[in-house]
């Protein structure tokens, strides 16, 4: 298993997309919030660990940027 400390940044029509039930049902990867500063009203960012096999992680983030969500390591 790997962990990897990444960075999201929501843009405010993103910030209702239902990511962390994505990453642990479809891709069983785990994540775990460090820090966060988010609302409904502006977007923002979360950082956070996230772990999972290799090459889940991998289709995860991936999946992630696809959404419209920018993804940066920490």
Excluded: C
Excluded at 11 to 26: D, G, N, R, Y
Excluded at 69 to 74: E, N, Q, R, T
Aim: proline letters at 5%.
């Amino acid at each position: 298993m790997e962990t990897r400390k990444i960075k999201l940044e929501f843009p405010l029509e993103k910030v209702s997309v239902p990511v962390f039930s994505q990453l642990a049902t479809t891709y069983d990867v785990q994540p775990n919030v460090l820090a966060a500063d988010i609302a409904p009203s502006h977007g923002g960012w979360l950082t956070l660990n996230i772990s999972g096999d290799s090459d889940r992680l991998e289709a995860a983030l991936e999946w992630i940027k696809v959404q419209g969500i920018a993804v940066s390591a920490v």
